[in-house]
């Protein structure tokens, strides 16, 4: 079998489980949803999802500077030589 064939019916079968998966799901519309964690690192002081949220809604900057104090090797993150 050609290259081709088989792409196109590998294609096929995950095309007809697509389909069937989402039937599945639109048939589950009654289970509830949980979020079970959730987690920020962000810059600019945000430290939670209150944080963030408050940071877009007044239009604020998030960007904040290189972390110092890490003992990572700062001057080696940047070569002037771009080859």
Do not use: N, Y
Request: hydrophobic share 40%; net charge negative.
């Amino acid at each position: 079998m050609a290259t081709t064939e088989k792409l196109l019916k590998s294609l096929k079968l995950v095309t007809a489980e697509l389909h069937d998966l989402r039937q599945q799901v639109a048939r589950r519309t009654d289970e509830p949803v949980a979020i079970v964690g959730m987690a920020c690192r962000l810059p600019g002081g945000v430290a939670s999802p209150q944080d963030l949220w408050r940071l877009v809604s007044e239009g604020r900057e998030g960007v904040s500077g290189f972390p110092e104090g890490r003992g990572w090797d700062v001057e080696g993150l940047f070569d002037a030589d771009p080859g």
